[in-house]
């Protein structure tokens, strides 16, 4: 057997085989991105900056509207939890016009180390297009920040409103104060692909993006062997949103080229290390993971981002946990990491 | 347009059906000869290439799956090209490590000339994929049959590309044993 038959083989699979593959990729996911591919333009355009009346007035389209898309949306998840919900984000409701599509921030949702902001983009025939939102910025209070991600969802098919979530993690604090979300062209691909669609505009957007910090540390300190590795617990942070895990491997010097050095096929370690196992187990009995595998069926996370750098003979990890509804936390039981239990007092 | 409207136009074999089958597929196709083929104009000729394909074999053919009959056909087409091509200079696009990444599949006893390219090979590979979690199943695809860039899956799954790739070289060995399970078993 050749490769190529491989190829060749793998290439008359079953049609529904290939087009679940895309819808999969299509679906509302969080995804990762990395910032620093924002389409800058040479010429700024006539920009249109109109702060909504919404705000001002306390006109919305309900309080758990423009939160709502923040979360996933299969009906499973319990309903918002309307005093956490006030406490951790704001109805925004600024808008930007140019070139003839609206862009609307919905709502801000944030707690220590993650950012949600959801956004709507009105434009005639806009229902069918992905976005690509690698193409949008946001600078101000979060400036400096580069990692993060964002999804496309459309709720309401048919009312040219696309809906895009975008999500800000990072290993240091998210500050307060006024953000700026700056859209410079609208990238439309269908596909992802190629054969993009452009509008070419410019969308600045100022909110509020202050919250109360609900946030948790629990004890740390504790000594883990990961795979034989050492590493200790640095600090464990908790809100209803999400969970940060910060610690630092001390592989030995050997042990630490090979987890960095290592060709990229090999580097379950590194990984492993990036996202360290962990169950969140509530008073109820129901149980939150870290999917480090695609084994659990349901880990209620919406997304794991995970990251490391080295430090002399140590590696600093980190990794934020995005939680796929409130996750109120007296409702915690305990947070087990790579098997040390960790009651929530 | 639904996908048997535009059909329809086949078996009618009005000139409608192409410009119908280009809107609605138009991305998607191109999508795939691009990557195979590095470059705007071969890809769009292959792209043109399948929907002439699709004209010869609708009628008599009424595809179940508009999409992916032609996923099939620019694909292949696009194959062929590259074989042909000066596109097939290494390092070119995501098939030279598509390719490498598939030689690690490949059983170190199997019967080699009886697979051939033979349905029996796909069968075994729908099997293994079957047998795969959706999301580990749909990785699996997206890199080997659209040529998929890690650092797109890595984007579009929230995952690193790190683990992207410990993803799939875990899934290749994984065939590597199924298809030698079942060269014995066969």
């Given at each position: 057997?050749?490769?190529?038959?491989?190829?060749?083989?793998?290439?008359?699979i079953?049609?529904?085989?290939?087009?679940?593959?895309?819808?999969d990729s299509?679906?509302?996911?969080?995804k990762?991105?990395?910032r620093?591919l924002?389409?800058?333009l040479?010429a700024?355009?006539?920009?249109?900056?109109?702060?909504?009346?919404?705000?001002?007035?306390?006109?919305?389209?309900?309080?758990?509207?423009p939160?709502?898309?923040?979360?996933?949306?299969?009906?499973?998840?319990?309903?918002?939890?309307?005093?956490?919900?006030?406490?951790?984000?704001h109805?925004?409701?600024?808008?930007?016009?140019?070139?003839?599509?609206?862009?609307?921030?919905?709502s801000?949702?944030?707690?220590?180390y993650?950012?949600?902001?959801v956004?709507?983009?009105?434009?005639?025939?806009?229902?069918?297009?992905?976005?690509?939102?690698?193409?949008?910025?946001?600078?101000?209070?979060?400036?400096?920040?580069?990692?993060?991600?964002?999804?496309?969802?459309?709720?309401?098919?048919?009312?040219d409103?696309?809906?895009?979530?975008?999500?800000?993690?990072?290993?240091e604090?998210?500050?307060?104060?006024?953000?700026?979300?700056?859209?410079?062209?609208?990238?439309f691909?269908?596909?992802?692909?190629?054969?993009?669609?452009?509008?070419?505009?410019?969308?600045?957007?100022?909110?509020?993006i202050?919250?109360?910090?609900?946030?948790?540390?629990?004890?740390?300190?504790?000594?883990?062997?990961?795979?034989?590795?050492?590493?200790?617990?640095?600090?464990?942070?908790?809100?209803?949103?999400?969970?940060?895990?910060?610690?630092?491997?001390e592989?030995?010097?050997a042990?630490?080229?090979?987890?960095?050095?290592t060709?990229?096929?090999e580097?379950?370690?590194?990984?492993?290390?990036?996202?360290?196992?962990?169950?969140?187990?509530?008073?109820?009995?129901t149980q939150?993971?870290?999917p480090?595998?695609?084994?659990?069926?349901?880990t209620?996370?919406?997304?794991?981002?995970?990251?490391?750098k080295?430090?002399?003979?140590?590696?600093?990890c980190?990794?934020?946990?995005?939680?796929?509804?409130?996750?109120?936390?007296?409702?915690?039981?305990?947070?087990?990491?790579?098997?040390?239990?960790?009651?929530l007092? | 347009?639904e996908?048997?409207?535009?059909i329809?136009?086949?078996w009618?074999?009005?000139?409608?059906?192409?410009?119908?089958t280009?809107?609605?597929?138009?991305?998607?196709?191109y999508a795939?000869?691009?990557?195979?083929?590095?470059?705007?104009?071969?890809?769009?000729e292959?792209?043109?290439?399948?929907?002439?394909?699709?004209?010869?074999?609708?009628?008599?053919?009424?595809?179940?799956?508009?999409?992916?009959?032609?996923?099939?056909?620019?694909?292949?087409?696009?194959?062929?090209?590259?074989?042909?091509?000066?596109?097939?200079?290494?390092?070119?696009?995501?098939?030279?490590?598509?390719?490498?990444?598939?030689?690690?599949?490949?059983?170190?006893?199997?019967?080699?000339?009886?697979?051939?390219?033979?349905?029996?090979?796909?069968n075994?590979?729908?099997?293994?994929?079957y047998?795969?979690?959706?999301?580990?199943?749909?990785?699996?695809?997206?890199?080997?049959?659209?040529?998929?860039?890690?650092?797109?899956?890595?984007?579009?799954?929230?995952?690193?590309?790190?683990k992207?790739?410990?993803?799939?070289f875990?899934?290749?060995?994984?065939?590597?044993?199924?298809?030698?399970?079942?060269d014995?078993?066969?």
């Amino acid at each position: 057997m050749k490769k190529e038959d491989l190829l060749n083989a793998i290439g008359n699979i079953q049609d529904d085989l290939i087009l679940s593959a895309i819808d999969d990729s299509k679906e509302s996911r969080p995804k990762r991105i990395r910032r620093g591919l924002m389409v800058t333009l040479a010429a700024a355009l006539v920009l249109t900056l109109t702060v909504g009346v919404g705000a001002a007035s306390g006109i919305f389209r309900g309080l758990e509207d423009p939160f709502a898309p923040a979360f996933r949306n299969d009906g499973s998840a319990p309903p918002l939890d309307r005093e956490l919900v006030e406490k951790l984000g704001h109805p925004v409701g600024v808008s930007a016009t140019d070139q003839g599509v609206t862009v609307t921030v919905d709502s801000v949702l944030r707690d220590r180390y993650t950012c949600t902001v959801v956004t709507s983009i009105a434009m005639p025939g806009i229902e069918k297009q992905e976005i690509d939102y690698e193409a949008m910025e946001m600078s101000g209070a979060l400036d400096g920040f580069s990692s993060g991600g964002g999804y496309t969802t459309n709720f309401t098919p048919g009312d040219d409103t696309l809906q895009i979530i975008r999500v800000w993690e990072s290993e240091e604090p998210f500050p307060e104060g006024e953000a700026t979300m700056t859209i410079d062209t609208l990238v439309f691909n269908r596909y992802r692909f190629l054969r993009e669609k452009k509008v070419e505009g410019k969308w600045e957007l100022k909110f509020d993006i202050s919250y109360e910090d609900l946030s948790t540390e629990l004890p740390a300190g504790q000594v883990l062997s990961v795979e034989g590795i050492e590493t200790t617990l640095d600090e464990i942070t908790i809100s209803p949103l999400s969970m940060m895990v910060k610690h630092t491997a001390e592989p030995g010097e050997a042990d630490l080229e090979q987890v960095i050095e290592t060709e990229p096929y090999e580097r379950t370690l590194k990984n492993h290390l990036e996202e360290l196992a962990c169950v969140i187990t509530k008073k109820d009995g129901t149980q939150f993971f870290c999917p480090g595998t695609f084994e659990e069926k349901e880990t209620h996370m919406q997304s794991v981002h995970g990251d490391s750098k080295q430090q002399g003979e140590k590696l600093k990890c980190w990794y934020v946990l995005r939680f796929d509804q409130m996750l109120p936390l007296d409702e915690i039981q305990s947070i087990t990491i790579e098997g040390v239990e960790i009651p929530l007092a | 347009m639904e996908d048997q409207e535009i059909i329809e136009l086949y078996w009618k074999r009005s000139e409608k059906a192409i410009s119908a089958t280009e809107e609605k597929y138009g991305g998607y196709c191109y999508a795939i000869a691009y990557r195979i083929l590095q470059n705007d104009e071969d890809a769009q000729e292959c792209v043109n290439d399948a929907y002439f394909s699709a004209w010869r074999a609708i009628p008599p053919g009424r595809p179940e799956k508009l999409q992916a009959f032609l996923g099939k056909l620019v694909r292949n087409t696009s194959l062929n090209r590259r074989k042909e091509s000066h596109a097939q200079k290494r390092g070119e696009g995501q098939i030279p490590l598509a390719l490498s990444e598939l030689e690690e599949c490949i059983p170190a006893v199997t019967r080699v000339e009886e697979y051939g390219e033979s349905a029996e090979l796909t069968n075994a590979i729908e099997r293994f994929l079957y047998a795969q979690t959706q999301p580990k199943r749909n990785i699996f695809i997206r890199r080997y049959w659209y040529l998929s860039p890690i650092r797109e899956l890595a984007k579009e799954y929230g995952m690193s590309q790190s683990k992207i790739k410990s993803l799939l070289f875990r899934m290749r060995k994984e065939l590597k044993t199924h298809l030698e399970k079942e060269d014995f078993l066969l």
